[in-house]
């Protein structure tokens, strides 16, 4: 089956067995229950529970007790919460092959769901997170597209309710599985929440999101769905506060190329680096690095220096590495949580690359032209060092043993490192460290 780990298969298949050898009664009476409860995205409570199922509460009291060694039941009374105890759990209830006469047919559940929760999505938190969700399930375009992802009324409650990051997961998911013809609807929908997402992060209390979406709908262009949707909001009095907005806006909607805009460095940007999985790292004169994920979204704050942040790049085992006007080293982890900080000696500037770390040092308080490559990770290897004619910047000690320095003078020169006339490539340097060696303070031509 793949998504089970070896034996899994075999051992919910012997505990349904034992656990529900009459299977027509199982059919009957737990497996519209279980379809409900392998597609739910979250804990569902007794009355959603019993709304979706439609079923007398004392009946369902015993379903769930008969059920209660496979559910995880958090909190009490009504405001109990039912699920599956283990992901593994629904894996092998949906597959058909596996699990055989107790296959449970997962669009079924999620078409239950949908029936119930599209009925009272305006004061539930469940059916705002998730109601699209189901209705993709389910496989009911039309539903998804008309009174989800394209009705404006939605979209500003769940806006309301501080779901900004699940709007866009929302489109996301849809594009990703839509037909062509539905996508079709929704293009200037999802362009429009894409390419505004950053400001609409900006809601908090004193003017939260559902607000800044309904200016920002109502400005987008005369012809636009989108406004078309918040003119009618308008139109029914839903909304009750003062708010301000543009007189004129366009004639006609257009889809901005830009994917997305990461905002929150509140200073100049110095860099950014493409990481792993799509992430991505950016740093700034405000002093921090920011990490953000494929869809631009912000995932942490990497605070620590105290003056610009000059650069910063991946190490092989994916921790971060950073350097600072503050003359420190930071390390974080592959989340920017901090692990170490190493301080710098006055003079020193930091420049790495991918796979190994270099101390650059360019003369007594950065005033001459010398460039001084040396490894941190191996205190062991003597460094190396090259004299120009002016100030040096030392940008890059390639792994082939290559090296980028600009000088003030304007000039741009490519090193190679050699040993005697041979090139060499910093694995042969790293060779040559005798062994025992400590840390060398002097440096001979390279």
């Not at 990703?176 to 200037?188: S, V």
């Not at 980028?404 to 460290?433: F, K, W």
Request: charged fraction near 25%.
């Amino acid at each position: 089956m793949g998504r089970l780990a070896p034996g899994l298969a075999g051992f919910y298949s012997n505990a349904f067995s034992r656990g529900f050898p009459d299977k027509d009664d199982f059919a009957v009476s737990f497996a519209p229950l279980l379809q409900v409860l392998t597609t739910a995205q979250g804990p569902l409570s007794f009355p959603l529970l019993q709304r979706v199922m439609q079923m007398p509460a004392e009946l369902l009291n015993r379903r769930l007790l008969q059920l209660r060694p496979y559910l995880r039941v958090s909190g009490a009374g009504e405001e109990a919460g039912y699920s599956l105890f283990h992901k593994s759990l629904p894996d092998w209830l949906t597959d058909r092959e596996e699990a055989g006469e107790y296959w449970c047919q997962a669009q079924a559940g999620h078409s239950k769901l949908a029936d119930s929760l599209k009925i009272s999505w305006q004061d539930d938190d469940y059916a705002l997170r998730y109601l699209p969700i189901h209705f993709l399930g389910a496989g009911r375009w039309e539903e998804l597209v008309d009174k989800c992802l394209a009705h404006f009324p939605f979209l500003m409650a769940k806006s309301r309710a501080g779901l900004v990051e699940g709007i866009l997961e929302d489109y996301r998911l849809a594009f990703a599985k839509l037909p062509q013809e539905w996508r079709k609807k929704l293009i200037y929908w999802e362009a429009f929440f894409r390419e505004r997402a950053h400001i609409l992060r900006r809601g908090n209390d004193e003017w939260p999101g559902h607000k800044i979406l309904l200016q920002l709908a109502m400005e987008h262009a005369d012809d636009s769905p989108v406004t078309k949707g918040a003119e009618e909001y308008l139109a029914a009095g839903r909304a009750s506060w003062p708010w301000l907005r543009r007189e004129r806006r366009p004639g006609q909607v257009g889809i901005d190329p830009c994917l997305a805009v990461l905002e929150g460095h509140t200073d100049s940007i110095r860099g950014m680096k493409a990481l792993p999985a799509g992430r991505v790292l950016s740093w700034s004169w405000d002093n921090n690095l920011r990490l953000w994920d494929p869809q631009g979204r912000p995932l942490a704050v990497l605070k620590g220096h105290t003056e610009w942040v000059k650069g910063a790049l991946a190490l092989h085992d994916g921790r971060l590495l950073s350097w600072s006007l503050d003359e420190t080293l930071r390390l974080w982890d592959n989340d920017g949580r901090p692990l170490e900080v190493y301080p710098l000696e006055e003079g020193k500037r930091l420049y790495p690359e991918e796979r190994k770390v270099y101390l650059v040092t360019c003369g007594t308080a950065w005033l001459f032209g010398k460039a001084n490559f040396a490894f941190l990770d191996n205190q062991k290897v003597p460094p190396i060092c090259w004299h120009g004619a002016s100030e040096c910047k030392a940008w890059l000690l390639r792994t082939d043993g290559r090296a980028v320095v600009t000088q003030d003078n304007g000039q741009v020169c490519l090193l190679q490192t050699y040993h005697g006339n041979r090139p060499i490539s910093l694995d042969d340097l790293e060779a040559m460290a005798p062994a025992g060696a400590g840390r060398h303070e002097n440096c001979d031509s390279a």
